[in-house]
């Protein structure tokens, strides 16, 4: 019988990576600031979207795939709530 406090057998499985590279949203992140500032000051949620764009390239160099995915859906959720914003409070 095994004791509890023995090592596994197996190590325990890794998370799979994806296949490529999520897409790291610079270009809509960039936009989104641009717009901001142009319609309405509502930058700071743009620069959030700004911050998740570093964190896609950063998390996918550590290995961690999972997590560069999540913050490339981040990137693509701030800027269009940014960017839906200021076009609404400037044509209100």
């Known amino acids: 019988m095994r004791s509890p406090f023995e090592p596994y057998d197996t190590p325990p ?3 799979p990576r994806p296949q490529g590279k999520p897409w790291n949203g610079w270009p809509v992140s960039i936009a989104a600031v641009i ?3 142009m319609l309405y000051w509502m930058a700071p949620v743009a620069v959030v979207a700004l911050a998740f764009s570093y964190l896609v390239d950063s998390r996918w160099k550590r290995g961690d795939g999972v997590g560069a995915g999540r913050a490339s859906k981040s ?3 701030s800027s269009a709530l940014s960017i839906a914003f200021s076009v609404v409070m400037y044509f209100q």
């Open 13 to 15: 499985p890794e998370r």
């Open 35 to 37: 717009i901001n500032l």
């Open 75 to 77: 990137v693509f959720v």
